[in-house]
């Protein structure tokens, strides 16, 4: 038993192995800081590197993501214990008005792989209910998503609204209509084309 | 005979629609709206008023299926562009539901435009299987609350067929329906000529939306026809086999069907199918796929079985940019749909799933779909063509360029001319300057564009739809 066969267990989707493996390196009194990172976050860290590049297909990197999570829920009270804080919580949601949400839960799906606490607010989350979300779970980032031209500006006005209340959280955004310069324009912290780049963009805006 | 592809045996037909009978008994649907909720339970619906679940008994499909038109005319703006449905030879839907224009003159991606939407429409009305335009889709502009109106007032003042659109908001209705009054010269007319429909999309998996649900209908009693739309994309939003894609497709259709039928018999209906396939690798919507096509024509055919006119997706492609693949993808997704019958394809004029004009394209589009309704004439064995008396007067040897019925043949259907392939030799291909298909759609697309536009509306007319818009601006800030 070791750290690399937790590793191992997520890149090969074994669901049904993880719990008992995470359970046996706690046993082992390993370091569970080591457990984490070099267990279950390096695995999905892997998993996104191979998703990426198109090896690993949505299904089996969402499997990797359930197995990461049934590890990581063994593991969870210890880290409480150790003050092992998760990367840090993301606030996810298409906005008002849209139903879209494929790409939303996926970049959702990946960000919870990548280590961070996701709250998915789901589809036609009002710009009200983005803030107050934050607020409550002390978000460090927002991700939004639109994919209609008609509901592009309410993330303008998310922002907006953000930065009045001035809670800290970076706002980034995405969706097949939104580019670069329209994240420019509505001054948005950060812009993603794809659900890894979303991860890419969380890791930096929210440093580990 | 003409060439008919079958995609469902008659017995797959049959299970197709017990699948769906099966979901919507079983599983049920959701709708969002309390309306239509209501309307569901008085008609016999199980409901399961919490969840918002209508669990639809087959005697309520069978009912709508009485009370849906099997015919009537989609009106052109042109009367002589009228569509009406169901047709013999496949037309071609304009789309321009995507956000993105391929700048004609830089190839650059960007934001559609006022412009390109009234460029897209003059071109595809030159087009000689064109039957219905979807206006562009606008994210910049002074008055984003008139942007529809803008672009849905702009498409009958640049086309002379009929439109199609998503609708938005209530509030958009009057204004539309002032502008139909104000090109038929009557109120009256515009129920009668129906110059305009829209399109419903359920929510994949087997949901009904609230707002929208609700302005459908608000607005079912002006009788503009519903184009119903599901999208279901087998492996994220539907079942990842096609076969139960297909059924659970069929099903949102149905329950859509009952819906509206149920609401105001008689309303005119399209059983349409936008179904995708899944990009496993990125989790992407496909529609120039081969599995996206087989399930659209096979909803088609589902279409037929009911005896329901349709609009099928198709002639669409994954590609960025015009090229092998959108060539290639386009003539896959329109090829089976033309052979098994479909009544319109929507898909000509764009690139990246649905995302990107391209104007160019649409002439492209036009060839692709002129050899598919081609192929789908197939072979006439009509006694005239018959010709065995030309066989006998040139005998063993000699040719047959001399002959008569060459000389009529030539510019008949039989033969289709293309407009984009070179067929030169390789050496006078060089002399024409090593022409290419994109390049002639281009050179076509400049001339149609620097012609003034062939049937534009009166100028008084023109006047009362601009005073409509800058209403709708005033009004709707
Ligand atoms: C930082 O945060 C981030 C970062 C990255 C982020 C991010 C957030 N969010 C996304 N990303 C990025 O990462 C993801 C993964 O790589 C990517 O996410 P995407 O969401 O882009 O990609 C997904 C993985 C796959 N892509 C998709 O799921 C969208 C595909 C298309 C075909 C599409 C679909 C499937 C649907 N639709 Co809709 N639909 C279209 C779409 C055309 C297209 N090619 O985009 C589009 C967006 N739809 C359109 C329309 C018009 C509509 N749709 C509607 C409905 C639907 C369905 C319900 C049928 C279905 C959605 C099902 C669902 N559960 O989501 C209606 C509106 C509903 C509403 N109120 O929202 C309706 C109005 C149609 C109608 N008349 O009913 C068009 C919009 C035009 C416009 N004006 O903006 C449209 C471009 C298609 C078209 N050409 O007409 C990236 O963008």
């Known amino acids: 038993m070791s750290i690399e066969d937790i590793f191992q267990s997520i890149l090969q989707l074994k669901r049904g192995e993880i719990a008992d493996l995470v359970q046996a390196e706690i046993d082992a009194k390993t370091d569970v800081g080591a457990i984490l990172e070099q267990g279950l976050i390096n695995a999905m860290g892997e998993v996104g590197n191979q998703f990426s590049e198109g090896r690993l297909f949505v299904p089996e990197m969402l499997r990797a993501a359930e197995t990461m999570k049934i590890g990581l829920e063994v593991l969870r009270p210890l880290l409480v214990e150790a003050d092992i804080k998760p990367r840090g919580t993301v606030i996810v949601g298409t906005v008002k008005g849209d139903l879209h949400d494929i790409g939303k839960n996926l970049v959702g799906m990946m960000l919870e792989g990548a280590g961070f606490t996701v709250v998915d607010l789901g589809v036609d989350v009002d710009p009200k209910a983005f803030l107050d979300a934050a607020g409550e779970n002390r978000a460090q980032l927002v991700a939004m998503s639109a994919l209609l031209t008609t509901t592009m500006p309410v993330m303008a006005d998310c922002v907006g609204r953000f930065k009045e209340a001035n809670l800290g959280a970076r706002l980034i955004v995405g969706g097949a209509p939104v580019n670069q310069d329209f994240a420019i324009k509505i001054s948005a912290d950060g812009y993603s084309s794809d659900a890894p780049g979303a991860v890419e963009l969380a890791k930096n805006l929210v440093p580990a | ?477």
């Open chain 2, 1 to 477: 005979m003409r060439v008919q592809c079958q995609i469902l045996s008659e017995d797959e037909k049959h299970r197709v629609h017990a699948e769906s009978l099966k979901i919507l008994e079983q599983v049920g649907v959701k709708f969002l709206s309390q309306r239509a909720l209501k309307i569901m339970q008085d008609n016999g619906a199980k409901v399961d008023q919490d969840a918002g679940i209508a669990k639809i008994p087959a005697e309520m499909v069978e009912q709508a299926l009485k009370t849906a038109p099997k015919s009537f005319v989609l009106g052109g703006r042109d009367p002589a562009r009228d569509v009406a449905l169901p047709r013999p030879t496949t037309g071609y839907v304009l789309d321009l539901g995507g956000v993105f224009t391929r700048d004609f003159k830089t190839g650059e991606r960007r934001y559609a435009t006022l412009q390109d939407n009234n460029d897209a429409m003059r071109v595809f009305d030159e087009m000689e299987l064109s039957s219905v335009v979807w206006p562009h889709s606008m994210v910049e502009g002074d008055t984003p609350n008139s942007n529809a109106i803008r672009l849905i007032l702009h498409s009958f003042m640049n086309s002379s067929l009929h439109v199609q659109d998503e609708f938005g908001e209530p509030e958009e209705v009057p204004y539309i329906y002032e502008a139909m009054a104000a090109i038929l010269g009557s109120e009256d007319a515009v129920k009668e000529r129906k110059l305009y429909s829209v399109t419903y999309c359920t929510l994949a998996p087997l949901v009904h939306e609230g707002g929208m649900c609700n302005a459908y209908l608000d607005m079912i009693e002006f009788e503009a026809p519903i184009l119903i739309y599901p999208m279901p994309c087998t492996g994220s939003t539907g079942p990842c086999s096609l076969f139960s894609n297909i059924s659970m497709g069929n099903a949102e259709a149905l329950s859509s069907l009952v819906l509206f039928q149920m609401a105001h018999p008689g309303t005119p209906l399209i059983f349409g199918d936008a179904s995708g396939s899944t990009d496993f690798a990125s989790g992407g919507f496909l529609e120039g796929s081969p599995e996206m096509v087989l399930m659209t024509a096979a909803r088609g055919e589902m279409a037929r079985f009911y005896g329901l006119p349709n609009t099928q997706q198709g002639c669409q492609t994954d590609a960025k940019e015009p090229g092998p693949q959108a060539v290639m993808e386009k003539l896959l997704t329109t090829m089976p749909l033309v052979l098994s019958g479909a009544d319109l394809v929507q898909g000509p004029g764009c690139l990246e799933t649905s995302g990107l004009l391209c104007l160019e394209q649409i002439v492209v589009d036009e060839e692709i779909g002129g050899l598919c309704n081609r192929m789908r004439e197939g072979i006439d064995f009509d006694d005239a063509r018959n010709l065995f008396d030309d066989i006998a007067e040139v005998g063993p040897s000699g040719h047959f360029l001399m002959q008569d019925s060459t000389l009529e043949a030539c510019r008949s259907d039989e033969f289709y001319t293309p407009k984009l392939f070179d067929r030169h030799t390789f050496e006078r291909w060089v002399d024409l300057g090593r022409s290419d298909t994109y390049s002639k759609a281009r050179e076509r697309v400049e001339e149609i564009l620097a012609t003034p536009q062939k049937n534009p509306l009166p100028d008084d007319v023109i006047g009362k739809l601009d005073e409509i818009m800058r209403r709708a601006d005033e009004e709707l800030k």
